[in-house]
């Protein structure tokens, strides 16, 4: 997989330690749901589940739709205008761009919380979504911490184009990642050659696990759902903008192919 620059970024950002509590800076509609007794499919952690639910078509543990707070920030990729959301003013957020990646991270001001986009549009062609979590996982853990486990999951779909997907969520001390995965390849049909990765793309979210609910459901669930509502309008997903819904568009993060 074409690394570039983005380990070290992810190492430096999560290397931090926080001298002082984060300002919150919660969205509008703040959603605030206490942990203490929610059993889930990942466990104890609301939020964890939150983004589990949203991984899967589901609707997450929350009252209301969260949105932009009135002091957020704009981010807009240039060159990729559906990759375009507020955020908190006490996140900042850094372009990922290169030959191979095109992405964001944003990093909350104390470095104990992060949320990072990235479509690889020039992927290794036998990459596949495990090895990109797996890849995610040992820059981000640090050394001589075991993780735990929340809980992970894995398909594969076949319609014009293929579509596998890995989805983890981990402990590593006080910290909870959840990484996911997944990689649009050739199914036989289109060329390249039977299971060729064509594109690839990656999610993760982190932030301790003491307010990793707080996190997930007023940032990470706000910036989710600006990019759902902006990118589709409800209908089948378009990722990169160029008419071809991603279900048949081999190229679903480069509008210059299909």
């Given at each position: 997989m074409p690394r570039s620059?983005?380990?070290?970024?992810?190492?430096?950002?999560l290397a931090l330690v926080a001298g002082c509590p984060s300002e919150d800076?919660?969205?509008?509609?703040?959603?605030?749901?206490?942990?203490?007794?929610?059993?889930g499919t990942c466990g104890t952690s609301r939020g964890v589940?939150?983004?589990?639910?949203?991984?899967?078509?589901?609707?997450?543990?929350?009252?209301q739709?969260?949105?932009p707070g009135g002091d957020w920030v704009l981010y807009s990729e240039p060159t990729f205008p559906l990759l375009g959301f507020m955020y908190p003013p006490n996140w900042n957020a850094t372009?990922?761009?290169?030959?191979?990646?095109?992405?964001?991270?944003?990093v909350r001001n104390d470095g104990n919380a992060m949320f990072l986009r990235v479509y690889v549009v020039y992927p290794r062609a036998d990459l596949t979504p495990q090895q990109i979590v797996d890849a995610e996982e040992t820059q981000?853990?640090?050394?001589?911490?075991t993780p735990t486990l929340l809980c992970q999951d894995a398909g594969d779909t076949v319609t014009s184009v293929g579509q596998r997907y890995q989805l983890e969520a981990i402990q590593a001390g006080d910290q909870i990642l959840f990484i996911s995965a997944n990689t649009v390849y050739d199914p036989g049909n289109l060329g390249y050659g039977a299971g060729t990765t064509l594109q690839a793309a990656l999610d993760i979210f982190v932030a301790p696990?003491?307010?990793?609910?707080?996190?997930?459901?007023?940032?990470?669930?706000a910036i989710i759902y600006q990019m759902l509502y902006t990118d589709s309008g409800g209908q089948e997903d378009d990722t990169d903008g160029d008419g071809y819904v991603d279900s048949v568009d081999a190229f679903p993060y480069d509008a210059s192919r299909h």
């Open positions: 620059f983005l380990v070290l970024v992810l190492g430096l950002a800076n919660s969205g509008t509609g703040t959603n605030s749901h206490p942990d203490d007794g929610f059993s589940d939150d983004l589990w639910k949203m991984s899967h078509g589901q609707v997450p543990n929350i009252d739709i969260p949105v372009r990922i761009y290169d030959a191979s990646d095109l992405g964001v991270q944003l981000l853990v640090p050394s001589g911490v696990a003491a307010e990793f609910t707080q996190v997930t459901e007023n940032v990470f669930l």
